[in-house]
């Protein structure tokens, strides 16, 4: 069985530029989670979708951040426009459900210059 | 105070030895939990969830949980080098959803 894919693995973009992540979960995993690793640091969740709807996006900062995931399968995760402090690692997970195990992609290195 | 509070270590181990890990969380009505292992430069790998109160065995890992106490352990036994990663410890609320992580416990295995 396929483990979670992301897209890219690294990127390094300028400050102020754009930037988009791509997840695609383990086929059947109706929940489909973003977070972001600082170094040193555990992850912590941005945005959490059942199907297509986001049901917890209460640490996702708006005013830059957006995410989506239509059709319920595939989600795209933005920046726009990427600050310094975005620097991190993006991780997507995915789980049969809510409360049960989650699973992580490979994730993608973003670093702002 | 952090919601799961984890030693940062490093925690260095002779191989062979038990490797403890603990991990301490503040929220009472957390119901689920797991341990990941995290590889340097690579992300989290799920290696055991436990969701009662004892001890829940899988090879060499034991997964210790006291609701009571509010703890949670991993017991690595016979601990080989290719252990050393950093372990998350994560909690997830009774309905679901975003699990809280502690910040991780460097392990190290000295051969």
């Known amino acids: 069985e396929a483990g979670v894919v992301q897209s890219p693995r690294y990127k390094i973009i300028e400050k102020k530029q754009p930037v988009a992540f791509w997840c695609n979960p383990i086929?059947?995993?109706?929940?489909l989670y973003w977070y972001l690793q600082n170094l040193g640091q555990g992850p912590e969740l941005l945005i959490r979708?059942?199907?297509?709807?986001?049901?917890?996006d209460s640490q996702l900062p708006k005013d830059r951040f957006s995410a989506e995931r239509l059709k319920g399968v595939d989600s795209t995760l933005k920046i726009q426009p990427a600050e310094l402090g975005d620097s991190a690692v993006y991780l997507c997970?995915?789980?049969?459900?809510?409360?049960?195990?989650?699973?992580f992609g490979p994730g993608t290195r973003l670093t702002v210059l | 105070q952090k919601e799961v509070e984890q030693n940062s270590g490093p925690l260095s181990v002779p191989e062979g030895a038990i490797a403890s890990l603990n991990c301490t969380y503040s929220?009472?009505?957390?119901?689920?939990f797991f341990w990941y292992r995290q590889y340097s430069g690579k992300s989290p790998e799920l290696i055991m969830s436990?969701?009662?109160?004892g001890d829940k065995e899988d090879g060499r890992f034991t997964a210790q949980l006291n609701k009571a106490s509010q703890y949670v352990s991993l017991l690595i036994r016979d601990s080989q080098p290719s252990d050393s990663a950093t372990y998350l410890c994560?909690?997830?609320?009774?309905?679901?959803?975003?699990?809280?992580f502690g910040q991780g416990t460097e392990l190290s295995v000295k051969p």
């Open positions: 086929s059947g995993h109706n929940t």
């Open positions: 997970a995915s789980s049969q459900g809510a409360g049960n195990e989650q699973f």
């Open positions: 929220d009472r009505v957390s119901q689920s």
């Open positions: 994560a909690s997830s609320p009774p309905r679901g959803g975003k699990l809280i």
């Open positions: 979708y059942e199907n297509e709807e986001a049901v917890d």
């Open positions: 436990i969701y009662s109160n």
